[in-house]
């Protein structure tokens, strides 16, 4: 990863293809069409085109980090707890930014009806391939397809990290605030921005040239935009890197429940 990058910047919109066309596919690469109508702006596309080229890169490296993770596994196991607690078993939930489907096996074999969804459509593919008992779509979190209500849970690992602007970072919240139901539970999982919020750009990941940002996070900040959003931000968990299993960063979790009524209108809560 190399210098900083623009950070409040919206970019120009390009429109994602929803349609699952593959990394190989004639418009992989390329911002191009739309299936759904979902627009992106100029910075997600190019996250979109640096994931499916690192694909098969990024899917060795973590297919099977969750044996390595036992903290991310206790996480995962109370989110599927709550909201087995709260909806019963099978609850539907959301993997947003899922890559290749491995934390959505995870839940899956705790007892929820996961969908994956991805900007990649290389990833999604992948995940197709290595689960092909669940679902995976391609989609942004910003401007999810989902009906309103539509989930009884939704996990973002590592995903929110690609959304280097303030307005972007809230248009995903408001997304996950319109989809899950109201007592729904929300984990996140970010990198700790250990001198506040920054952004770097990355010109190579695991071995393969990308052409993307990253985003390291003040938590007291996410904690805010969580809360301003409409969620009670009810655990958050910051732990140190595993050695020999991760990129060498500070993580944080944040498990919130959506709460009604709450949501920030133009700077008020309703
Ligand atoms: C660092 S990977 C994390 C993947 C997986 N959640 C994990 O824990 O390994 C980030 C993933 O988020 C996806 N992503 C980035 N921006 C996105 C967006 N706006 N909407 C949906 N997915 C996005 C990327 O395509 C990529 O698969």
Same mark, same amino acid.
């Given at each position: 990863?190399?210098? =900083?990058?623009?950070?409040?910047?919206?970019?120009?919109?390009?429109?994602?293809? @929803?349609?699952?066309?593959?990394?190989?596919?004639?418009?992989?690469?390329?911002?191009?069409?739309?299936?759904?109508?979902?627009?992106?702006?100029?910075?997600?596309?190019?996250?979109?085109?640096?994931?499916?080229?690192?694909?098969?890169?990024? $899917?060795?490296?973590?297919?099977?980090?969750? #044996?390595?993770? =036992?903290?991310?596994?206790?996480?995962?196991?109370? %989110?599927?707890?709550?909201?087995?607690?709260?909806?019963?078993?099978?609850?539907?939930?959301?993997?947003?930014?899922?890559?290749?489907?491995?934390?959505?096996? %995870?839940?899956?074999?705790?007892?929820?009806? !996961?969908?994956?969804?991805?900007?990649? =459509?290389?990833?999604? /593919?992948?995940?197709?391939?290595?689960? =092909?008992?669940?679902?995976?779509?391609?989609?942004?979190? $910003?401007?999810?397809?989902?009906?309103?209500? #539509?989930?009884?849970?939704?996990?973002?690992?590592?995903?929110?990290?690609?959304?280097?602007?303030?307005?972007?970072?809230?248009?995903?919240?408001?997304? %996950?605030?319109?989809?899950?139901?109201?007592?729904?539970?929300?984990? !996140?999982?970010?990198?700790?921005?250990?001198?506040?919020? @920054?952004?770097?750009?990355? /010109?190579?990941?695991?071995?393969?040239?990308?052409?993307? /940002?990253? #985003?390291?996070?003040?938590?007291?900040?996410?904690?805010?935009?969580?809360? @301003?959003?409409?969620?009670?931000?009810?655990?958050?968990?910051?732990?140190?890197?595993?050695?020999?299993?991760?990129?060498?960063?500070?993580?944080?979790?944040?498990?919130?429940?959506?709460?009604?009524?709450?949501?920030?209108?133009?700077?008020?809560?309703?």
């Amino acid at each position: 990863m190399t210098g =900083p990058a623009q950070h409040d910047e919206e970019g120009e919109a390009h429109r994602v293809d @929803a349609g699952g066309e593959g990394a190989n596919g004639p418009r992989a690469h390329g911002a191009a069409k739309i299936a759904g109508g979902e627009v992106i702006s100029e910075h997600q596309a190019r996250v979109r085109r640096s994931y499916d080229v690192v694909t098969d890169a990024y $899917t060795e490296r973590v297919h099977d980090e969750l #044996r390595h993770k =036992p903290l991310d596994r206790a996480l995962l196991t109370a %989110f599927a707890e709550q909201v087995r607690g709260e909806f019963g078993p099978h609850a539907s939930v959301c993997d947003a930014g899922c890559g290749p489907g491995h934390v959505a096996a %995870f839940l899956t074999g705790l007892g929820l009806a !996961v969908t994956g969804i991805d900007l990649s =459509p290389a990833m999604v /593919d992948r995940a197709r391939a290595l689960h =092909p008992e669940l679902i995976f779509e391609v989609g942004t979190m $910003t401007a999810l397809e989902a009906a309103d209500g #539509r989930w009884q849970g939704l996990i973002a690992f590592y995903s929110i990290i690609h959304l280097t602007s303030d307005a972007e970072i809230r248009a995903a919240l408001r997304e %996950f605030h319109r989809t899950v139901v109201d007592r729904g539970v929300l984990l !996140v999982a970010v990198h700790l921005g250990e001198l506040g919020d @920054a952004t770097v750009h990355a /010109d190579e990941m695991l071995g393969v040239g990308v052409d993307m /940002d990253f #985003r390291f996070f003040d938590a007291e900040w996410l904690v805010g935009e969580v809360r @301003a959003a409409g969620f009670e931000v009810e655990a958050r968990l910051v732990r140190a890197p595993y050695p020999d299993v991760e990129v060498q960063t500070t993580r944080v979790y944040l498990m919130a429940r959506r709460v009604r009524g709450k949501e920030r209108v133009g700077g008020m809560e309703t």
